[in-house]
């Protein structure tokens, strides 16, 4: 096993002992975590192996496991309500989001899309996301710097009715409450072509952002939601979860055009 | 405007019509396209910026796109049954996927996923996928080439029993009708921690996949299908659509752990 | 086995030969079926038991069996949208419908769920229902006379906004496009305490008629939408059907109070 | 308004205060109901119009509301799992229930479905209801009794296995864990042509009930699942319900046949 594969002082380690009972903590040396089945005592992590157990002083058997991008989103500050896993997964198969990508944001929130995006267009390609309300830029500036992905990030704290000094992205994120006030700002900031991305839990928010679509010339306008629904697999006995969320929020994908006229 | 944004000769581009009607080709010089709404002279569509409109003879206006990751997929060859961009949205979000990441992947069917995934895991990160029957190998070969992402994987024509020389991977997906038969040789590929990833259409392949990741000694198995619903937002009228895909496949997600026994 | 268990001339049977090959037909002696299967003789059925076959001119085999209330409902003339089992049964769970009921429907439309209505209140209740467009009016008509439903119902061909001469109905329903403009209309057909239904495509209807609703003290108002998915059980390979129904429309139940002011 | 819309002691009474807080209640002369939001004096509830209120010590004020068979079954007593609503309305819809049917059901359970049903098929129909345990049996009677449905139910406390006395039923119903073992007995209560209903929760159940179905003769075999999401209507921001129940049980509906060997 590569010395990779071993926690070093420092590691974010996802400390696993059920679906619902899971830590998401530094392992920093000569630090404990007190969890209600005992106390894990770090010098007992670092250095062993991700994808083995550490016990605990009540001889509980937690799984050290490397935390993917879920556990850290879902594990991050949110002050906020958060875009989903679900959805998320949406906006990155839809949007084209990938390695290399220009993102506009608008806002922040507490920075769970912004951290999702900001890992899939790694190394090259980069977020830029504007949060106007001081108190959740500070959030998800947090959230990012504990994620270690700031550094792809350009997080600023401004009214995006000023405008916005980005140009030629390929992709615009639209995540506030009343998105079709922001629609031509965001044209502004897109490449010819590029994708606009719409999150909104209510149909009405939905329509007049359609509307306003329309009125911009953006075309392939497309409207969803996405629900997700556990199975629940055991021998003879399987059926779907009993339990569900029944909805989070509608997901508008669009795709700017050039309108002769205003360039 | 940016030459950038200018359609070059040799670009694939998507003409789009309708949500429908598009057409994903390959813009050559002194090529034409044969469409029933009349014909495109591909000398018109180079050098026009992405976002324009060129006229077929019938003066019917195509928009000239990029085409998106979405576009290469769902226009690619596909001969087999292939995942549909909800199901790939949300493997990205589930299993970590993303730039830098190792990837195995049994089997690569029509290359869809593997395409999807390539395009993710770019630059630095690394496909491996393997296709035992030997007509689907070509088809998965072929679109990769024409998507541009061959050079991110390593595609085999071999059966998966014999073993893979694949080792520390951080996702292994089983895209096959047998999954349990190969949970043992993807244990072999996967990194201790890593995610399996499994798509399977029935619910007694998840039962017995998920009988076989316990005996494998896998934690964290969740099962679930996305469904996705179209809302049709007109003002005034607003609903969800009245079609919808009801089902595609269920979802497995499962992290390795290490057995004391086994290594 | 019984007479009652034979059929006689003139009895309305079904005969199946697949989920999707049906025929509801109306055996009477001498006549003839003739489907692309062969040809079916009415005098081989009549006198044959219910739930035994007929051969047709092909050797084709089909079951004789009476129809059910749903059989007779799918099979109606329906030249307008018509509302859908799955909703059905859930306005006869949440509205109380069932046997005496006084019932109040606007508009009859094709008269589906007006016979679905009539069959639950027989024999001592009773359908008020009334439609304006004279083309749907005759169609209901026909369409409740072939079920044997008519003697339930009082269908009238009317202008609802001249007001109704009915008068402590148990349930009011409302199958029209502005169910907001009929709010009134129904609260004075109503009983005290007595229940609304309305059945809206779009969520702007719901939210206009919710509006109108609370302005005329209705209470425990409640909206829902009903999906239903098959479930393909074969032995080893069961799964959800891959097509559904994505949408037909939303259910809208409340309750009449006594405003002291309008009595 | 006529004395038929007054409470009468002795009445039962739905005291409605919100979506969530509602009192199922006898409304005894002299006595009173204790709720957190103050007494009720049934002496002020006797004699009032149905749908005006009445106000509590606390100044709340209750609307008396008449109880439908919803309120009725969700508030009965139910030790056992019982069928939510909108399975009852598809049970309504798909089998044909209706005023005279004859039904018979295996197991009562808490008699929720019992009650559902000898509601609909009143007055001349008959449900005979066979529950093998006897506190389930028990509860059953009480809640039937409770609704005023037990003059339509013969209910029996035996062991389905030693037969049933029951020919020529329109209805059979299985809501028990094992169905497949009561087909043969069901078949021979159900009149050629007659309809079995089964309820199930997992996939396993509706795949060996349906091999069972099959090999018995049936026809017209239909599962499917039921969803309900409730839409929240309001003013400018209509969503759907952010909760909902992902998973009740499967319906399975099948028309039976008659076998020339077992007649």
């Known amino acids: 096993m590569s010395s990779a594969n071993q926690v070093r002082s420092g590691d974010l380690v996802l400390l696993y002992l059920t679906a619902r ?12 975590l007190h969890t209600h089945r005992g106390i894990v005592d770090f010098n007992d992590v670092i250095g062993a192996n991700y994808g083995s157990t550490v016990s605990t002083t009540l001889s509980e ?21 958060v875009v989903y896993p679900k959805d998320l997964g949406a906006i990155a198969a839809f949007s084209g989001l990938g390695p290399g990508k220009r993102v506009v944001e608008a806002g922040a929130g507490s920075g769970v899309l912004t951290a999702f995006m900001a890992n899939l267009v790694r190394p090259n390609g980069r977020i830029y996301s504007f949060e106007i309300r001081p108190e959740f830029f500070s959030v998800a500036e947090r959230n990012l710097k504990k994620m270690d992905l700031l550094e792809y990030v350009t997080l600023k704290n401004v009214d995006l009715q000023e405008g916005l000094d980005v140009t030629e ?21 897109l490449v010819a ?5 719409s999150i909104c839990p209510t149909m009405n928010q939905v329509e ?9 010339l953006f075309i392939d306008i497309e409207s969803m939601e996405i629900m997700l ?28 055009t050039i309108d002769p006229n205003k360039g």
């Open 229 to 256: 629904r556990g199975l629940a697999a055991r021998t003879g006995m399987t059926r779907p979860n009993m339990r569900m969320v029944g909805h989070t929020a509608y997901l508008t994908f669009a795709r700017k």
């Open 21 to 32: 009972k899971r830590w998401l903590v530094r392992a920093i040396e000569g630090e404990k």
């Open 169 to 189: 992205a390929d992709i615009a994120v639209l995540d506030l409450g009343d998105p079709w006030n922001y629609v031509q700002v965001m044209r502004g900031c």
């Open 61 to 81: 058997k937690l799984w050290i496991m490397m935390p993917s991008i879920r556990d850290l989103l879902m594990k991050s500050e949110r002050p906020t309500q």
């Open 208 to 216: 007049k952002l359609v509307e306003k679509l329309e009125e911009e």
């Open 193 to 197: 072509g590029g994708m606009l991305v």
